[in-house]
């Protein structure tokens, strides 16, 4: 069992930078691909990066690409979404998921989710 704890989230004005991070417990964090998810109010959770286990193969959603960098450290359990140029439509709660990857239909196969951390971004 693999318990995951975000934190870092808070309010920016837009054009800021947040780094939002996602601590590991309980399992070998190495073995899994990470993801950053979120889900804005009033909508359904997205996909917004993913990071495999040896941190060298990284992909990102389109509404993000080019704003946003995911990375891991294995030697300390966590991985980070370093959020730049923010807008208010990046405002949501972001959640951390281990495993899964992303197919045709979207992201599949997640194993652990974590609880969540408020980013609110403001114009």
């Known amino acids: 069992q693999v318990e995951l704890v975000e934190s870092g989230g808070g309010l920016v004005q837009a054009g800021g930078s947040l780094r939002v991070s996602c601590a590991a417990s309980?399992?070998?964090?190495?073995?899994?691909?990470m993801a950053w998810f979120r889900q804005a109010p009033g909508k359904e959770r997205e996909f917004v990066a993913r990071i495999n286990w040896s941190g060298d193969n990284t992909i990102y959603a389109d509404s993000v690409k080019g704003r946003c960098t995911i990375s891991r450290d294995n030697a300390k359990n966590t991985v980070s979404l370093q959020m730049n140029s923010l807008k208010p439509e990046d405002t949501a709660v972001y959640y951390c998921?281990?495993?899964?990857?992303?197919?045709?239909?979207?992201?599949?196969?997640?194993?652990?989710w974590g609880k969540g951390t408020l980013v609110t971004v403001s114009s």
């Open positions: 309980g399992g070998t964090f190495s073995n899994y691909a």
């Open positions: 998921a281990a495993g899964g990857r992303l197919g045709v239909q979207g992201y599949v196969g997640v194993s652990y």
